[in-house]
């Protein structure tokens, strides 16, 4: 522009040199495939060189009136919106396109005086005026004109289609672990949560049909320096916009010390409202709103990726601020599978995010979100670790009634059974932890046909667990007085166990040997209850003197006295006692039976002489079906009733 | 080592011993050591603060710059404060009293100093948006010569840089609501007033109801310097370190937007002026307390130096864009001058542009170091907890 400001030629020859610059200037402006850049300036130089054109034309007369018709035209289109109460861009095409060329005109009217030395004519200096001032008053209008269309045209999108199935409506687990003593437990679960899901879907956050205008806003203000103002309008309505849907989402802001102090089932709530915002936020909202900051001001360099981030910035730091507050919250076990949905989210989002603040200044919230996922993966080991804790600390004062399953095994083994889903996160922050944990744990070697999964840290730490569980269930068991009653308890305990993890993906994790080794443990409690319960009461039924034929009357009366109240003293204490899963119960009785009614009837047939009602108390037939009252879990007794 | 040294030195050890009731061996020396430094090094980063001249623009008192260094010797201090405390030859100090109580009530003030800091990174969106409309005032005003259409232009976003520092000041959610229906409803399908201006006030992004100064009074709480015999074991540095944390806190709330500022100047925390570290922050306390009673009855955004001279140059220019449009034209000499006006105007944007954004990092910065402390802390309570028997 400087090359003009010489002064106003007033030579002939000066005349052809701007004719022929004029013609090859218009030459190379209908070239097709020109840079943006270069256009733009073959269009300034044009309107330049006209400018110069008209002014030698004229010597001061002529071609300053063609300016001012020009300007007094373009004035009028522009004028008459003034006092119109209707939007341009409301009005209709014809009319918007009208304003542009007027605006369009003007500015390049401004361009062109500008280029001209303005220090000596009086008259120029007053055409400039009036055109610069018609332009402020176009790109005031402009810029009403953009908020407008934003807000009018701004889309709403209803989260729930995008991610409806991501919305986890039954939490498993959400009570805190303190809760274990006295709190059913819920067992049916599902994680119906995928990452892959998530594909990349981009809305139209303002109506496709507007971006055009917004784009020819967007030129004509950048065209005529007036960029600033058009990137704080869109800043302010598109921040403001992403705010709105931020709480429309039901996200509220909450202050540190509020997350600190939440409620467990509050927060866990609002991890898991987390965990969804994020994904909205940055795969739909985010990325829709950089397509649309591309879209509008794509060929303008850095400036959409500054009106993005600058539009996003506070609401992704919003969003960063609620997972640095969980994440240095008390770490207490519950928290732990929250914890790792809230770091796979964003582990699976750093990719989208490392694209969407590429940039340069962008780098700042990048970092933000590496930060957090670090810290997520530590707060998740702390968690993991105190879970493990909890199980060994669990205390009880009483022996569990009933010597059923224990509600800290059913915590336990519901809450690992999640595990595996999280199985590759977990691998992942396990690794580094206890390089020595598989020394730790004292199972046996699982030999060389132990499958990859049964020897990844995951496993391992599976592993370590249920071994604290068991140790902590044995501790429990002492507390019964009755040894057979202890028994009862571990074998039901441990067949639970192992019907858990037989019954999920854990078995993967645990192995068959394992399986074999605990299935073997729970059977020998059964074997040492029946030891404990029965041995004393078949004993009445023995035959001291295997070689003679029979034994005395009195003998007889006496041992069948023996059995009887031997055995009612079982029948009264042991209905009371449960055994919840019915496959194992029945297996029991039928054991038992095999022991107890076979010895009785083998008993009562030898001394067939003596078989008066008076003494035989109870029949084989009566024995057999009292044994299926057992371990019923309410208490029965049989001395008073006599049903026979 | 002959024998009878080796009783003097071990008998004196246990008269110490009697006479102090603290352990007096070697490491206990090391300690007054590290604390006598640490005291040293803090009186000496905020004496080089509050000496910090005026009149050099670059390092002025609340600069960005000097906002920079404040937050630097935050860090450093945090530094040697935490290998005092943690780097100690006995952690089972810090679940004894007075620390059993001292510990949990700074873990407390650092859990309010983390909502300080998203509240001021908040803010700084606020400051960002003042520097791009003074931009644009900068760039209308330095063109020549200066007509009705730029300075039209310029008194647009003068108008928008007022009011916005304005709208900052006053309560924050008041202020958020009428924006609200200022940008969604002020052009229903006719209506037609026209006041084209852009607020961008400090955006809701912390907890309703939530008050700056209110946290940064909580944070006084308890905050009582060590006496007697505490004065010179570990008290003293969580003592320390807890006035410069308040302090930090203060002085950001105080330069920055911030939600609900009301009763700033009212806070002040016991200083004792016969502590050496004390003296500085007492002063700068002091000088700023002083500048923020000036403001506080007109309203301000904040006593961030830039932000000032945008303030009182903005209102400068404002007059000279009424003037303009007054009179229709202006004479060269109140051109000129308003070209100045403009130049000078273009300094803190420069300052801001390139200041704002590593000021936000550092803020950030602070942020996670106090997480990092605080979770270091409360593992080594964990331990501590852990490796001492059970209270029964």
Not at chain 1, 192 to 204: A, L
Not at chain 1, 287 to 301: F, N
Not at chain 2, 206 to 228: D, F, H
């Amino acid at each position: 522009m400087d090359g003009c400001q010489s002064g106003v030629p007033t030579y002939e020859g000066d005349l052809h040199v701007v004719a022929a610059a004029h013609h090859i200037v218009k030459a190379l402006g209908a070239t097709k495939n020109l840079s943006d850049d270069l256009r733009k300036i073959l269009i300034d130089l044009d309107s330049h060189l006209s400018m110069i054109t008209s002014n030698i034309d004229s010597k001061g007369g002529r071609g300053l009136v063609d300016v001012e018709e020009r300007l007094d035209q373009a004035e009028r289109k522009i004028m008459r919106w003034e006092t119109d109460p209707m939007m341009i861009w409301d009005s209709g095409p014809k009319e918007a396109s009208d304003y542009l060329e007027a605006v369009d005109e003007t500015g390049k009217l401004v361009d062109g005086l500008r280029g001209l030395s303005v220090h000596e004519n009086r008259k120029q200096k007053e055409i400039l005026h009036r055109a610069m001032n018609i332009l402020q008053m176009a790109m005031s209008r402009l810029e009403e004109e953009l908020i407008h269309i934003l807000v009018r045209h701004g889309q709403q999108f209803e989260p729930k289609h995008m991610y409806s199935r991501s919305i986890r409506k039954d939490i498993v687990y959400d009570e805190s672990f303190v809760s274990v003593e006295d709190e059913p437990i819920k067992e049916t679960s599902s994680r119906n949560y995928s990452n892959d899901e998530s594909g990349e879907c981009i809305v139209d956050l303002v109506h496709a049909d507007v971006i055009p205008d917004i784009k020819s806003i967007a030129k004509v203000m950048f065209t005529s320096n007036y960029g600033p103002e058009f990137c704080e309008a869109f800043i302010s309505v598109q921040k403001e916009a992403l705010e709105q849907y931020f709480s429309f989402l039901g996200t509220e802001n909450l202050s540190i010390e509020d997350v600190l102090k939440m409620e467990w089932t509050c927060l866990s709530s609002k991890m898991n409202k987390w965990t969804w915002s994020m994904k909205i936020i940055v795969r739909v909202y985010l990325a829709s709103e950089k397509q649309l900051c591309d879209q509008v001001l794509g060929g303008l360099g850095s400036v959409s990726s500054y009106c993005f981030l600058e539009i996003s910035k506070a609401t992704i730091l919003c969003l960063l601020n609620f997972g640095e507050a969980v994440a240095m919250g008390p770490h207490r076990p519950e928290k732990l599978l929250r914890l790792l949905d809230m770091y796979e989210t964003l582990a699976c989002l750093l990719r989208d995010i490392d694209t969407l603040f590429s940039e340069e200044a962008g780098s700042f919230i990048q970092l933000q979100f590496h930060e957090l996922l670090e810290r997520l993966g530590e707060s998740a080991i702390a968690a993991f670790e105190a879970f493990r804790v909890a199980i060994s600390s669990n205390g009880s004062l009483y022996p569990f009634a009933g010597g059923g399953v224990h509600p800290l095994n059913k915590y336990v083994m519901n809450y690992i059974r999640m595990f595996p889903e999280y199985c590759n996160t977990l691998n992942l922050l396990l690794k580094n932890q206890h390089p020595g944990v598989a020394d730790q744990v004292t199972e046996p070697d699982y030999g060389l046909d132990a499958s990859l999964l049964t020897s990844c840290p995951m496993a391992y730490h599976l592993r370590s667990i249920t071994s604290c569980l068991e140790s902590n269930l044995h501790k429990k068991s002492q507390l019964y007085k009755d040894e057979a009653l202890q028994h009862i308890f571990l074998m039901n305990n441990i067949h639970y166990l192992v019907q858990k993890v037989k019954g999920s993906e854990l078995r993967l994790f645990f192995g068959d040997e394992w399986i074999r080794k605990h299935n073997a443990m729970f059977q020998q409690h059964a074997m040492n209850y029946e030891r404990a319960t029965w041995s004393s009461v078949v004993s009445f039924l023995k035959d001291d003197n295997p070689g003679s034929s029979s034994m005395s009357k009195s003998t007889f009366k006496e041992r069948c006295k023996g059995f009887s109240v031997a055995f009612e003293e079982v029948y009264k204490t042991q209905t009371s006692w449960s055994i919840p899963d019915p496959e194992l119960r029945e297996d029991l009785r039928i054991s038992t039976s095999l022991k107890v009614v076979l010895a009785y009837r083998t008993f009562l047939g030898r001394n067939l002489a003596y078989t008066d009602d008076k003494c035989v108390k109870h029949t084989v037939e009566h024995v057999e079906n009292s044994l299926l009252d057992l371990f019923e879990g309410s208490s029965r007794s049989l001395r008073n009733s006599r049903r026979w | 080592m002959p024998a009878t040294d080796y009783q003097a030195s071990f008998l004196g050890r246990i008269s110490i011993r009697r006479n102090q009731v603290i352990a007096m061996d070697g490491n206990h020396e090391q300690e007054l050591q590290d604390l006598e430094l640490f005291s040293k090094h803090v009186s000496e980063r905020f004496a080089e603060l509050l000496s910090s001249p005026d009149d050099v623009p670059f390092d002025a008192l609340l600069s960005i710059s000097w906002l920079r260094k404040l937050l630097d010797f935050f860090l450093c201090c945090e530094a040697e404060f935490k290998g005092i405390l943690m780097m100690g030859n006995d952690p089972s100090q810090i679940s004894k009293p007075p620390l059993d109580r001292l510990i949990p009530e700074f873990l407390d003030r650092s859990v309010k100093a983390l909502d300080v800091c998203n509240a001021v990174t908040n803010g700084l969106e606020s400051v960002r948006h003042y520097q791009k409309l003074a931009e644009i005032v900068v760039s209308a005003l330095e063109q020549k010569p200066i007509g009705d259409g730029q300075s039209r232009r310029a008194k647009k976003a003068l108008t928008s840089l007022i009011s916005a520092m304005n709208v900052d000041d006053k309560e924050c959610s008041a202020a958020k609501a009428t924006e609200r229906s200022w940008s969604f409803s002020r052009r229903g399908v006719s209506s037609k007033d026209r006041v084209p201006e852009h607020f961008r006030s400090v955006s809701n992004h912390v907890a309703k109801n939530w008050s700056a100064a209110k946290q940064i009074q909580a944070m006084t709480n308890n905050l009582v310097p060590p006496r007697g015999a505490e004065g010179s074991g570990l008290a003293s540095p969580v003592y320390t370190m807890s006035v410069i944390m308040v302090f930090v806190m203060w002085a950001l709330v105080a330069a920055i937007p911030c939600q609900e500022r009301n009763g700033l100047s009212a806070i002040h925390f016991p200083a004792p002026k016969q502590l050496n570290w004390a003296q500085s922050i007492t002063g700068l306390h002091e000088k700023i307390g002083e500048e923020w009673k000036k403001k506080e009855k007109k309203g301000t955004a904040g006593l961030l130096d830039e932000m000032q001279k945008m303030e009182k140059l903005g209102n400068i220019l404002m007059d000279f864009t009424d003037s303009f449009q007054f009179h229709g034209d202006i004479t060269d000499q109140k051109a000129e001058e308003a070209a100045a006006h403009a130049a000078e105007l273009a300094e803190p944007c420069r300052r801001m542009e390139e200041g704002l954004l590593p000021l936000q990092m550092q803020i950030r910065e602070v942020f996670h170091r106090i997480v990092k402390t605080r979770t270091e802390l409360l593992n080594a309570l964990d331990q501590v907890g852990k490796s001492s028997p059970p209270l029964l």
